[in-house]
């Protein structure tokens, strides 16, 4: 969570490293000052550390690069630039950010396997704080879990903490295993230990620790993969009990700047200051105007807000079928989309007689950049998302007056004049979902996996980009809905790991 917990990933390291060489005698050295798995996990105190550390490998997936991946390669927006996830140039041996977010997610789910058998084993703590504690720890596995099936497909699932070099063995040797299998073991995992979870709203939580919507949101994401809508609901209207009317949470909660609000369910912590520690992520500056050098001009407009020192990248750019999506009137279109800053337009909106290309909006924004170092929350899971997830579950599940009752939520906020007066039936309302969670949630990390999940992938992405960004058009392949194992993962695999689609 807090930067400051970092130290808690050395920790939970050094406890499995530790095991690992007591296990093979390496070490003939007995120094009292080690922590081992027996010594620790005295106190309740000591075991909220360990899951502390859990939480550390999260600021090292949602970054830059998992948002152009995720939102940048879509129907919605793309990025004119080199880098290989921008184009698709991806595969085995160059597997672009797959590599990292891979390690990076196994890394977390090493740490969660570690601390829930520690808790697990712990005779010093209550009963009931055993299973809230590790309820967080069981929830966090399963957020891990989700970006990999998400991301990658079919990967080796396993819960064993790796205590021994025997277990390292085994785990190391792990093909892919079906993806609807493991996301059947992870719900009913979180069925058993949500409620240890608080019944609260993440904001209501003390320093936003998870609480039991996220675990009902992983419950129901990971549902919806498997096309068990009905699971997907029940736990979405736990979520809907604790949250209430939409309308009570402004529109500025969407920023990514306005951090932990009453609507968020799930952020990823960032922090920058002038002084003191810092843990930034290069989001926004994917996301910003050209700027002119050392002053606060952005494409011709004064914002003092984002300062002078900023220094933003080539922008993401929104496609025309995105730009479509809005009426003009929409309030989020001046979130999501810039075009102009207190009522003056910038340059590129004004170029081509007014037909030019909107900036992404402010809703990405950092103020008071300092080079590309941004430290706004990365928005993982919030509110508005459960509504929309129920309006498509209930479709599914042929229930129209939930469906429209969720929707409208959504849309009414922005402004009633978007209600839908009447169900327009399966397939139609089905379009109205896939529309509104790009207008609603677009830059939450989750359209390449809608896609993917719809089926709709390739199409939608070839028939946005093929006249927009052609080097995404000619790269574009059927298989490129999820990402490869890279060649060094396969090879440490001893070959049990393999990539058929890239073939």
């Known amino acids: 969570m807090k930067t400051k917990n970092i130290k808690y990933t050395f920790l939970i390291a050094g406890i499995l490293m530790l095991s690992l060489?007591?296990?093979?005698?390496?070490?003939?050295?007995?120094?009292?000052s080690f922590v081992t798995p027996a010594q620790f996990y005295n106190n309740e105190g000591q075991a909220l550390a360990a899951v502390n550390g859990c939480y550390i490998p999260l600021t090292s997936i949602y970054n830059a690069n998992f948002m152009i991946a995720n939102e940048a390669t879509?129907?919605?927006?793309?990025?004119?630039?080199?880098?290989?996830?921008?184009?698709?140039?991806?595969?085995?041996?160059?597997?672009?950010?797959?590599?990292?977010?891979?390690?990076?997610?196994?890394?977390?789910?090493?740490?969660?396997?570690?601390?829930?058998a520690g808790i697990d084993r712990s005779e010093k703590i209550p009963d009931e704080r055993k299973k809230a504690i590790a309820a967080e720890a069981i929830t966090l596995r399963a957020l891990y879990y989700y970006i990999l099936t998400a991301t990658f497909g079919d990967i080796p699932y396993y819960t064993e903490d790796v205590s021994s070099l025997e277990v390292l063995d085994k785990i190391s040797k792990i093909g892919r295993m079906p993806a609807i299998a493991t996301?059947?073991?992870?719900?009913?995992?979180?069925q058993k230990s949500v409620l240890s979870l608080p019944l609260k709203r993440t904001s209501d939580v003390t320093d936003n620790r998870i609480s039991a919507p996220m675990a009902y949101m992983l419950i129901a994401k990971m549902s919806m993969w498997n096309k068990d809508y009905t699971t997907a609901l029940t736990a979405l209207k736990e979520v809907q009990k604790i949250y209430g009317q939409l309308v009570q949470y402004p529109l500025t909660d969407t920023y990514f700047r306005n951090k932990n609000t009453p609507e968020?369910?799930?952020?990823?912590?960032?922090?920058?200051?002038?002084?003191?520690?810092?843990?930034?992520?290069?989001?926004?500056?994917?996301?910003?105007?050209?700027?002119?050098?050392?002053?606060?001009?952005?494409?011709?407009?004064?914002?003092?807000?984002?300062?002078?020192?900023?220094?933003?990248?080539?922008?993401?750019?929104?496609?025309?079928?995105?730009?479509?999506?809005?009426?003009?009137?929409?309030?989020?279109?001046?979130?999501?989309?810039?075009?102009?800053?207190?009522?003056?337009?910038?340059?590129?909106?004004?170029?081509?007689?007014?037909?030019?290309?909107?900036?992404?909006?402010?809703?990405?924004?950092c103020p008071e950049m300092d080079n590309i170092a941004d430290g706004n929350n990365q928005k993982v899971f919030r509110y508005a998302d459960a509504l929309l997830m129920i309006a498509e579950c209930a479709n599914e599940l042929d229930d129209p007056i939930t469906a429209i009752s969720a929707i409208n939520e959504v849309k009414g906020r922005a402004s009633q004049d978007y209600v839908l007066a009447s169900y327009p039936g399966k397939t139609e309302f089905f379009t109205e979902v896939k529309e509104e969670r790009a207008r609603e949630l677009m830059g939450e990390y989750g359209r390449k996996w809608?896609?993917?999940?719809?089926?709709?992938?390739?199409?939608?992405?070839?028939?946005?980009?093929?006249?927009?960004?052609?080097?995404?058009e000619e790269n574009l392949r059927p298989y490129h809905e999820y990402y490869p194992i890279s060649d060094g993962e396969i090879s440490r695999s001893w070959g049990n790991l393999t990539n058929p689609a890239y073939k």
């Open 21 to 32: 060489v007591a296990c093979k005698k390496t070490l003939e050295e007995q120094s009292k």
């Open 74 to 116: 879509t129907d919605l927006a793309f990025l004119n630039s080199s880098q290989l996830d921008a184009k698709f140039e991806i595969s085995p041996a160059n597997p672009g950010m797959g590599q990292s977010l891979w390690q990076q997610c196994y890394k977390g789910v090493m740490y969660c396997n570690s601390t829930i």
């Open 183 to 190: 996301r059947t073991a992870l719900i009913d995992e979180l």
């Open 264 to 365: 968020s369910i799930f952020e990823v912590q960032f922090t920058w200051a002038a002084l003191g520690l810092k843990k930034t992520t290069t989001v926004s500056a994917f996301f910003m105007p050209t700027k002119a050098s050392g002053t606060s001009t952005y494409d011709g407009v004064n914002i003092p807000e984002l300062g002078s020192k900023a220094n933003p990248f080539a922008s993401i750019t929104p496609s025309k079928y995105f730009v479509s999506l809005y009426d003009v009137y929409d309030p989020r279109r001046e979130i999501i989309l810039a075009y102009t800053y207190n009522g003056a337009y910038f340059k590129r909106p004004m170029a081509n007689n007014g037909t030019g290309k909107p900036w992404m909006g402010p809703k990405f924004w």
């Open 450 to 472: 809608d896609l993917v999940r719809w089926g709709i992938f390739y199409d939608a992405v070839k028939a946005t980009t093929a006249t927009e960004y052609v080097s995404i």
